[in-house]
């Protein structure tokens, strides 16, 4: 059962792709001045003064790696979605790779200063893999900063436990099909994943809107051995 959850994460978002690229580039997504993304380059800024190899986990169209292509850095993302990386590498500045978040180390990228997973960890066993290959993935010192649904975005609708939840396009306009799935952790859970896999989180954040209601979670992660 579970691993059928984890195959629909993937489908929806192959199927989904046009729609996606659509929405991030009409600016119905991710538009400069929204709280999540604001608040996520906030957290970044700081660890991009000096040049750094950096990794986007489930990158999307690739926005994020052509912004900081753009200012120099070399800029990697990876999707599972070969229609969203097929987008990236024709239009967007920066390096692709479509693979699953759960065995990067088959692309053998290296090491890298920062990983970032924006919206992009949405499975059990694949999120839990990827967590795990941190340790591996980072440079002493590097971090992994991770924006995710708020866990208490959850309590409208269901209990607060870890679980599979059904997905949404959170009322994105657009020819959108079956949404994906999402494997929700309460904060408890994540600590202890991030626990078991020698992972300590050093800053995290809960941006809101202006009616005080969180939109997201910002956990700043690095190897408990950095
Ligand atoms: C909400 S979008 C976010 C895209 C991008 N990070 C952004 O900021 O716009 C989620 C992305 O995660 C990708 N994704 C979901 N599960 C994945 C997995 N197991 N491995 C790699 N990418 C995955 C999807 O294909 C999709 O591009």
């Known amino acids: 059962m579970t691993s059928g959850f984890e195959n629909q994460v993937l489908t929806a978002w192959e199927s989904n792709a046009a729609s996606w690229i659509d929405a991030v580039s009409s600016g119905e997504i991710r538009a400069p001045g929204s709280v999540t993304r604001e608040a996520l380059l906030a957290v970044l800024e700081p660890y991009l003064a ?27 993302g990876v999707d599972s979605s070969a229609a969203l990386i097929e987008h990236a590498k024709k239009f967007r500045k920066g390096r692709f790779y479509n693979a699953n978040q759960g065995s990067l180390a088959a692309l ?9 997973c924006n919206f992009s960890l949405f499975g059990d066993k694949p999120v839990s893999d990827f967590i795990a290959s941190l340790p591996f993935l980072l440079k002493p010192g590097g971090v992994c900063v991770i924006q995710t649904l708020h866990p208490a975005h959850f309590l409208k609708e269901s209990y ?15 020819a ?3 949404s994906p799935p999402l494997f929700m952790r309460t904060l408890e859970s994540w600590w202890a994943l991030f626990r078991a896999c020698g992972i300590q989180i050093i800053d995290l954040k809960e941006p809101s809107d202006t009616s005080g209601i969180p939109q997201s979670i910002i956990l700043t992660v690095s190897p408990s051995r950095n």
């Open 176 to 178: 959108f099909g079956a």
């Open 160 to 174: 607060y436990s870890t679980g599979w939840r059904r997905g949404t396009w959170a009322g994105l306009p657009g």
């Open 50 to 76: 000096s040049q750094l190899k950096f990794l986007d986990v489930g990158s999307g169209e690739g926005w994020l790696v052509e912004m900081l292509a753009n200012r120099g850095h070399d800029a990697i």
């Open 108 to 116: 053998q990228l290296g090491d890298f200063e920062l990983v970032v």
